[in-house]
């Protein structure tokens, strides 16, 4: 467990939102209910291992791209992670750069057709450096800011809801009824729109939020 919260810190410091269970049965159920871009699934946990978790994920229909975590080096340990369905794995001890560069590349293949840096008229945010620019201006962004800013604009044009927000944004422990959600889209919307430029984040009150390269009046 010390090494997951020890990643989960890492990870959160480079603007992933993070969900950390101590157990293979509480692993299963988090994965049923929510839906995540990826999951870090150590071989050993107790309770249920990650083989099997990760073949249950696989039997019940769940794509999630999985990086498996282990001690073990023989060739057939690595064979029975693939086969249980896992897309990576990575032997302990580790380098942290090494988990985030291929959890990266994992987070890359379902959008295989979404490129690394995202054009939304003169909105281009830079995936790989985490950062973002507005025409010639950096915007300054904190680091729940730009997850925020990437999680709009990876789905620019579509109404982003609340509960997609708080999932992609926060981890398990955020309180969706919270005014959390108002209060970071405020200082977003401070940053990307200066005076003078068009708004590019439409609010649909009760619905959501979408960003758009020139929002259109309510």
Request: hydrophobic letters at 45%.
């Amino acid at each position: 467990m010390l090494l997951a919260e020890s990643l989960a810190r890492g990870l959160r410091e480079l603007s992933f939102a993070v969900d950390v269970v101590g157990n293979g049965v509480d692993a299963n159920a988090q994965a049923s209910l929510n839906e995540y871009d990826a999951i870090v699934l150590d071989l050993t946990l107790p309770g249920r291992d990650g083989l099997a978790v990760c073949r249950e994920l696989r039997q019940r229909g769940i794509g999630v791209p999985v990086l498996m975590l282990t001690a073990r080096t023989a060739i057939d340990d690595k064979v029975s992670g693939f086969d249980a369905g896992a897309d990576d794995y990575l032997v302990k001890p580790f380098a942290f750069a090494e988990l985030v560069a291929r959890l990266r590349a994992l987070l890359r293949r379902p959008r295989a057709t979404i490129a690394d840096v995202l054009r939304i008229g003169d909105l281009e945010v830079d995936t790989r450096s985490q950062c973002a620019r507005r025409g010639p201006r950096e915007l300054p962004l904190t680091t729940r800011e730009y997850a925020l800013l990437e999680h709009l604009a990876r789905h620019a044009g579509a109404l982003v809801n609340r509960a997609s927000i708080s999932g992609h944004v926060w981890d398990d422990n955020h309180d969706p009824f919270s005014n959390n959600i108002e209060v970071l889209m405020a200082r977003l919307r401070r940053k990307l729109e200066a005076p003078g430029e068009a708004r590019m984040i439409e609010t649909r009150r009760g619905a959501g939020y979408r960003l758009v390269p020139r929002a259109t009046d309510a």
